[in-house]
């Protein structure tokens, strides 16, 4: 395939420092005021990398969600989470949590006890995926995949490794089912390495790159850790140069999904297709319709 095929550079944007429920720091791309999203996907945020001392870590305690998917991915720490439907689950590095919250659930996560006591580094990513119209008021359920499931590809002439963690690549298919077609990738390309990577051409598509530097798409775009990288729809494949100055390998996200088109209404952790639907949300969180967060040894 020529160049011709190979998409270029909308734009290259740092993602802003905030904070997020107890306090926790998060590395956001999106939504920020330069950017409100990347149809299919809502937002995105990396926790950490943070070190916390004995008795420091934070988490997110109690919070609702309705419409949308969300997905935490752990690269170093501990996390619990539960919800008021009574699931329990704990995140390990490595291990995915694929959250369909649908009409809605109160839902925490927080610093495993044990990880809580003895402090450590903490590390992941949070996305949020758009539910089509038709799917925003389905029954919650949950994908819990621990990283032994996770398919890791070894790329050609040892230029690195991809982690295939959403959709299909590399003649490798992930273990999660997704409700609109979209890829979810972990690469980690060895210095001086370069990629060309097939996807469709409706797909929206954007990087986050974790560390190290690179060069992306035709134009050559240099692009450092805490970068989103926003391509343009111009082709049906992206190229990714890793540095050869990098000491250790580029390492980055790639998100690629089909837009929805559809509108959007959102209000913190609503994300509905109209604003009658974000007030009937409201209402349903204050009128207790999406239920409490019960004690563990109450849920059995």
Known sequence: MGDNNSRSIERIINSLNT????????????????LSY???????????????KPGEAKGAPDHPHRGFETVTY???????????????????PGDVQWMTVGSGIIHSEMPEAEFRKSGGRLHGFQLWVNLPKKDKMIN???????????????????????????????????????????QYLHFSLNPGSQISHLLESSYSVFAYIISGEGLFGT?????????????K?????????????NTKP?????????P??????????????????????????RNGKLGVIKPKDMMN
Do not use: C, W
Request: hydrophobic share 35%.
């Open 19 to 34: 904070t997020e429920g107890e306090g926790f720091i998060v590395n956001r791309s999106f939504p920020t005021r330069s």
């Open 38 to 52: 990347v149809d299919p996907f809502l937002l995105l945020d990396e926790m950490g990398p943070m070190d916390f």
């Open 74 to 92: 752990l690269l170093e720490g501990v996390f619990e989470h539960k919800d008021s439907s009574g699931h329990f689950g704990k995140l390990k």
């Open 140 to 182: 919650p359920y949950y994908q819990d995949i621990p990283s032994e499931k996770i398919p890791v590809v070894k790329l050609p002439n040892n230029s690195g490794q991809v982690k295939v963690i959403a959709g299909r690549a590399y003649n490798v298919s992930s273990v999660v089912n997704t409700k609109i077609p979209i």
């Open 219 to 231: 134009d050559h775009i240099p692009g450092k850790r805490g970068n989103v990288v926003l391509f």
């Open 233 to 245: 729809h111009d082709g049906n494949s992206i190229e990714i140069k890793s540095s050869s100055n």
């Open 250 to 258: 580029l390492q980055f996200l790639l998100f690629a999904g089909n």
């Open 260 to 285: 929805l088109n559809e509108p959007i209404a959102r209000y913190g952790p609503f994300v509905m297709n109209t604003k009658q639907e974000i007030y009937r949300a409201i209402e349903d969180y």
